[in-house]
């Protein structure tokens, strides 16, 4: 496969939200909010980026 065909579309941390508002929405027993919203930017960043010279070679790492 060539590089293009390989690409990865990555959920945003704003994707993330609002999926967890449409899981809050339909769930009386799940809890509204985010306890630690830069939680979220921090694994969608290491995901995405990788740290420390290493970066995720798939989304099964």
């Known amino acids: 496969m060539d590089e293009?065909?390989?690409?990865?579309?990555?959920?945003?941390?704003a994707d993330i939200r609002d999926i967890h508002e449409l899981i809050?929405?339909?769930?009386a027993v799940?809890?509204?909010?985010?306890?630690?919203?830069?939680d979220?930017?921090?694994?969608?960043?290491?995901?995405?980026?990788?740290h420390f010279g290493q970066v995720p070679e798939s989304l099964h790492e």
Request: aromatic share 6%.
């Open 4 to 13: 293009e065909s390989e690409s990865i579309s990555y959920l945003s941390a």
């Open 40 to 50: 979220i930017e921090y694994a969608v960043e290491h995901i995405q980026e990788g």
């Open 30 to 38: 799940t809890t509204a909010g985010i306890s630690s919203p830069g």
């Open 24 to 27: 809050v929405e339909s769930n």
